[in-house]
């Protein structure tokens, strides 16, 4: 690690001129990347240190650049080291949308994401991976291995297994079958900057390099069904049908449709992201993400008890998770 912040020092002393600096280390993220504030010259920017051996900074730089083409406000690259893994961006500075929120001024802020999303959706999706069915059954597959077994210790009987295996192939086959779209993959109050105090707020996008092309609801659903903050049903169901209406195209879905897959978007988001959660504390050594567990599996709760075909999966989380679960996160 201090072999790779000499080789970023030099090479910033390099594109800098050798002119003075101060880099600040900045709160990460889920991923092996690291961030830094660096000031120069009566200027802020950002860097970025993403290490070559476990992560690619390509997907980042062109997904940047297609979003800022059609109008999304993605940090402006200054510099880059592609082979290193250093890239120098534009400071969209440390007013994240999680922080801005309030009962009083969250339905603009709201409005404001999701017209950014929708923007954000007519943007190219030739070469991006698909979120298919595959996908999305490897990502249920880190609920099974880190939630159950790894975090709660949980042995699962033949019929438990069978029980999961035919939940999830119905709930993959479902979101299969819904529009694609240019999906974020984490379009959260965590991943937008409020920039500026504007009547109407202006949002800045980061953390965008796993992007793909998957359904249309999967974004709204990390947007209103928040694993770092929650809403009332009503109002929530209230910013869907707005989102709904103001969609350019609904691709011949109704609103009850698009509803239901907005749901089942998010199970199969939120039973992924028990397991990402108890991963990161786990293996990454990051046991601040613990913390958001309970809300998450309330959302995966409230969203089984409503469809019939997952009851099986809904009593099983009811009998055979939810005590231990209530039982370790009091630990």
């Known amino acids: 690690m201090h072999d790779r912040q000499n080789v970023l020092t030099q090479w910033l002393k ?17 991923s092996f990347r690291r961030y830094f504030r660096l000031h120069h010259d009566k200027k802020s920017y950002v860097v970025m240190d993403a290490p070559p051996s476990k992560e690619d900074v ?47 001024d ?11 999303l929708i923007t954000m959706q007519q943007c190219s999706t030739a070469q991006l991976p698909l979120f298919d069915k595959a996908h999305m059954l490897q990502e249920l597959s880190l609920f099974r291995q880190w939630f159950l077994h790894h975090y709660l210790a949980l042995k699962l009987s033949p019929k438990d297994d069978q029980c999961l295996q035919e939940s999830f192939n119905w ?35 980061i953390d965008f390099q796993d992007a793909m092309r998957g359904p249309f609801t999967y974004d709204l659903v990390s947007l209103l069904k928040d694993c770092y903050i ?33 749901d ?44 019939d075909e997952l009851k099986p999966l809904y009593h099983f989380m009811q009998h055979k998770v939810q005590l231990p679960f209530i039982e370790t996160i009091k630990q």
């Open 14 to 30: 390099t594109i800098l001129d050798d002119m003075p600096f101060i880099l600040t280390p900045l709160a990460g993220d889920a």
């Open 58 to 104: 390509v997907p980042f730089i062109n997904i940047n650049e297609a979003l800022a083409n059609i109008g999304v406000h993605t940090p402006k690259i200054q510099a880059v080291n592609a082979s290193q893994g250093f890239i120098l961006l534009e400071d969209l500075g440390d007013h994240l949308l999680l922080n801005a929120l309030s009962p009083d």
């Open 106 to 116: 969250a339905d603009r802020f709201y409005q404001a994401a999701m017209s950014t």
């Open 171 to 205: 709930l993959t086959n479902e979101i299969s079958i819904q529009p694609q779209v240019f999906i974020h993959r984490d379009y959260h109050s965590r991943n937008l900057m409020v920039i500026g105090e504007h009547a109407v707020p202006e949002l800045g996008v």
């Open 230 to 262: 929650q809403w009332p049903r009503e109002q929530i169901s209230t910013w869907v049908n707005h989102f709904f209406l103001h969609l350019p195209d609904t691709h011949g879905w109704s609103q009850p449709a698009f509803s239901r897959g907005f």
């Open 264 to 307: 089942l978007c998010g199970l199969q988001r939120h039973l992924k992201v028990l397991g990402i959660f108890c991963r990161l504390s786990l293996r990454d050594n990051k046991p601040s993400f613990l913390r958001d567990l309970p809300l998450t599996f309330n959302y995966v709760m409230a969203g089984l008890e409503s469809y």
